[in-house]
Every structure is written in C-alpha cells, then in structure tokens.
C-alpha cells in the first residue's frame, strides 16, 4: 500500500507522526483490493455499495493509517487496514468452494448463502481489529489519548481538528481477540447484524466467535476456518514481499495463534486429548498441566494440515520454540524445555511439555477439569522414580507382614519430614509469626457458582491489597475495586470471558445507569480499561466508605 505522505519514507529526529487523511483518500490507495472485492462479491454498483463498501468506509475510520504491527507484517502506515481488506477478499473468495448450512434443503441454502457470504467477508475484514485496543496508544498533538471504545479514530480527529497524530505501542501487550467484540459496533451497523440474523440462530453467533476467538465446540465453524485460512496466506505473502526492502522481519511471530487454536480445538473434541485419562496426551496434576510430547505436536501438525494452513511449521523443535517464546510453554529450566513426568497409568516416566496456565488450553470449557490429587513430575535421575502411593502410610493390619521396602526413603521425603519437626518442637517460633494473619484483612467472597478460573484470578488481584503481597493489582474509587482488563489477560484469561462471568453472577458496578461494564481511569501512572467490583464481595472493605448501589443480589 502506497500512502500520500512523504514522511512514511523518511527519517527524522522528531517523530512526525501520521497525517490526517479523510476516508476517500485511504480507499484511493487501497483501490486495487476494492475493486477485486467488488468483482468476487459479484452484485450491481447499488448493492455492492450498501452491503460492502459501507462495512468498508466504517472500518477505515475506525483504524484510519494504524500499523497492524510495529515491526512485523503489515508494519507501514494504513498496515490494519490493508490487512483488513485483504483477508477479507480472500476469505469472500474462498466461500465460493464450500457449502454453507450443508444440512439444510436447497430452498434454506439459497436463501442463507448470500448471508453466510456476507458474514465471512465481515469476519475476515475485523479478524485483527483487537489491535487497535491492545497494542496501541493514540494521541493528538496536545496529548490527548484516543479511546477506541468510544468512536472511531477518523471521527475523533476530525472532532478535535487535528492535522496529524502519534502512535505509541504498549509495553509487553498480550494478543485479546475478545476485544474485538467492543470495535465491532464502529464497524457494523445493527442493521446488518439484524439481516445476517433473520430466518436462522447460527450465522451472527459463528462470525461473533470467528472474530473474537472464542472456538465452537458444538458445530464446525466453517466461516472460522476460512477466515484464518485467509488471514495465515495474507501474513505469509506480505512477510515474503517486504523481506528484501525491510531487511529480516520476525517471521513466525504470527503463528502462535494457530498453534494455541489447535490445541484448544483438540483438548475440546479429539478423545486421545481427554484430560486424565488412560493414555491421554493431557495430565493435570498438582505441579501444572502438561502435553505429551512429541505426540501432542504431531496431532497440531496433522490437524493443521488438514485446515490447509501456509508456513505452519512441520518441525516439532519449530512449534516447541514458537510456544516458549510466546510463554504459552514453561521450560524447566534454562537448559531444559522438556519436562518428564509419572502418570499414573503409566509404566515408566514420560516427556512432556508443561503450560503455563490451564486455562490456555480450557478457555471456554465448562467445567474445568479437575487436576490430580498428586505431582506429575520426576525428575531424571532422581532415586524415587515410581509414582506416589495414593494413600499415606497406614499400620499394619493383624497378621501382615510389613513390607521393607518404605523404609528406604529418598532423600527428598527425609527433608520434607526434617521441616515439619520444628513445627512440633520448636512451638515459639510458630506463635511468633502469626501476627502475619491480618495481612490477608482483604479477601475475595465470591459466589459459589462464579467460573472457578474467574475467581482465582480476581482473588489474585485482591490478595495485593494485603500487606507484604507486592504492589497493589488493582484499586478502589467511589463504587468499588477497579480491576484493569489487563489483569485477567496478564493470567491467561480473555476479558470477554471474565466480563461475562462476573456480570452473570452480579459481580459488577456500572459506571452509570444503563452504562458499558467497563470505563477508563489512570492507573499506576497510565491509563487502563477495567470493571469495578462492587465492595460487598470483598471482606476488609469498610462499606460506609462507598457509594453502594441496590442490588438484586443483596
């Protein structure tokens, strides 16, 4: 994409940020691929322009000339929207070859078939939207920050007359497709999610999970598969085209999301991957959750095979190295990736890899899988390498004869049982510490049938208002604790899904009546989106303090 402005091609000591262009000029450069949607959309002038060049022009305002990324694929001012249009294109193309609703009677398909089109060309348009909200921050001239939850860039420039603007990218920002579902209303207007829904319950629910990442477990997503099908071809030619004019882009960093999206779609409905059972690839114990591998990695490789994927690496040293980069993987130490563990139907130890969070690969999954009442773990070369009993020690039974071998005990047991003895011996020491009780004064007391992964990350969150538990995670205002999103995400959680589970369970403060769930204010010293947590589900808190609201709950 080529952009009227010389300072994209120059360097200077200052930063002269992007220029103000209006909506028609970003669509005059970005000519070519409009006119190739045009052609595959196949319909008259009128009716192209209603259904697709309106969805078009609401997109470029919203992202205007961010990049997609900051040193990456689609790296250039007006990157996002580039990459936009031409995952879109070619997610409409692939709808030619695939049949919608194949269940349905010819009359159904016909009449859903535009729709379902209509639909995949909307996903592969806002399948990288997120961005704008997790990665960067805007501002004008004067420093005033930009909120993509409220308008689109093109309306909040033209607003505050600005002639040019300046981007910063957040430090360390962590991939939420979730947040996809917030931009999309700057995007799509009602009226199309109202056509897109009539005469059927399965395509707007299908684009929703599409664009904000969450799988369908109960039907095949076809629009989904074409739409990462398209964005993973988009990605591969764009890095192979600019690798001679940029140098060596970081090739590869976009493919974790595959990756991650097939072990969710195999822990979900391949029944080698049921956690805890008899020759699974998934064990869950009290140390963490780990994959066999490598045959957790040939089913990713097979998997993505079959969904016809460009440069996903075959190498199982590749997607090893890609996950730990990314921390989807916890190494065991600097010089070991791969972990052995002892299941317990097992005969004798395993590799595996180990996640660093659970709800990596059961995001969605409800119930959680229970974890072992025991550790996977064994260490090579440690001198206990069987499994633990599963019940302690118990005295003999009249008549029976003791076995010698539970007096050999490894040294690892006599340390743990040599730590246990001061506790009995020396009782001083322990009534010496106990003044450490009232630091845990704040405590979160939420409902029981609150999603178990919510509520210890948010009780993790409260924990730090504690004394000696670091620096606070969170922080009260007026009607409550505000937690920022980026908390949730920082433990392995969409914020879409935390949303939704504390506002089922009446967890929630509105900003006002009738207002969005969540609002911005300055937080450690920058500004962060989060929820407010209303103060009588914390114990600690002095309620007379707060501006408490009725609740049905209460």
Not at 90 to 104: E, K, N, P, V
Not at 300 to 325: F, H, N, S, W
Not at 411 to 427: G, N, Q, T, V, Y
């Amino acid at each position: 994409m080529v952009i009227p402005s010389s300072a994209a091609n120059t360097f200077s000591s200052a930063d002269p940020g992007f220029a103000v262009l209006t909506v028609d000029e970003m669509l005059t450069a970005n000519a070519d691929i409009v006119a190739r949607i045009k052609l595959c959309y196949g319909t008259d002038r009128d009716s192209f322009e209603t259904d697709v060049l309106a969805l078009i022009r609401r997109y470029a305002a919203y992202v205007h000339l961010l990049p997609a990324t900051a040193d990456n694929y689609f790296s250039a001012p007006g990157g996002l929207l580039r990459l936009g249009l031409e995952t879109g294109f070619f997610s409409l193309q692939g709808t030619d070859a695939h049949i919608f609703s194949g269940r349905s009677t010819i009359t159904t398909r016909r009449l859903l078939e535009p729709r379902w089109r209509h639909a995949t060309f909307i996903a592969g348009l806002c399948c990288e939207v997120h961005r704008v909200l997790s990665h960067i921050i805007v501002t004008d001239a004067k420093g005033e920050v930009w909120s993509g939850y409220l308008q689109p860039l093109s309306d909040w420039l033209t607003a505050r007359g600005a002639t040019r603007y300046f981007l910063s990218w957040r430090p360390q920002a962590i991939e939420t497709r979730s947040l996809s579902v917030f931009a999309l209303p700057h995007v799509v207007p009602p009226q199309v999610l109202k056509y897109l829904s009539e005469d059927n319950a399965i395509i707007v629910p299908h684009l929703m999970a599409s664009i904000s990442g969450m799988p369908a477990y109960r039907d095949h997503n076809v629009l989904d598969g074409l739409v990462r099908r398209s964005l993973a071809l988009v990605i591969d030619r764009n890095l192979t085209a600019n690798a001679d004019r940029y140098g060596s882009p970081q090739f590869g960093s976009h493919l974790e999301r595959y990756l991650v999206d097939a072990l969710r779609r195999l822990a979900s409905s391949d029944s080698a991957w049921v956690c805890n059972h008899d020759k699974s690839r998934v064990w869950f114990g009290q140390d963490g959750l780990f994959l066999l591998w490598p045959n957790a990695a040939d089913d990713v490789r097979k998997l993505l095979e079959a969904d016809q994927l460009p440069g996903i690496p075959k190498a199982v040293e590749t997607m090893l190295e890609l996950l730990l980069a990314a921390e989807v993987f916890e190494a065991q130490d600097a010089a070991h990736s791969i972990w052995t563990i002892y299941p317990p139907s097992a005969k004798t130890v395993l590799e595996a890899v180990k996640l660093t969070s659970a709800s990596i690969l059961f995001a969605g999954i409800d119930p959680l899988p229970k974890a072992l009442d025991m550790k996977l773990v064994r260490r090579p070369g440690a001198p206990d390498a069987s499994p633990p009993p599963a019940t302690p020690q118990r005295p003999a039974r009249p008549g029976e004869q003791l076995s010698l071998m539970p007096s050999v005990v490894s040294p690892s047991a006599e340390k743990s049982a040599d730590e246990r003895l001061p506790e009995l011996s020396h009782p001083t020491p322990s009534v010496k510490s106990s003044p450490a009780a009232p630091r845990d004064s704040f405590t979160l007391q939420a409902p029981l049938r609150l999603n178990p992964v919510v509520r210890d990350a948010l009780a993790t969150v409260v924990h730090t208002l504690n004394e000696g538990a670091g620096p606070a995670q969170g922080c009260t205002t007026a009607q409550g604790f505000f937690v920022p999103l980026n908390e949730f995400e920082r433990r392995g959680l969409q914020p879409f899904m935390a949303l939704h589970a504390l506002a089922d369970v009446g967890m929630l403060v509105p900003t006002s009546p009738g207002g969005p769930p969540t609002f911005a204010r300055d937080f450690n010293g920058a500004r962060s989106v989060g929820i407010v947590v209303d103060p009588r589900f914390i114990a600690g808190f002095d309620l007379d303090g707060f501006a408490l609201q009725d609740s049905e709950n209460h």
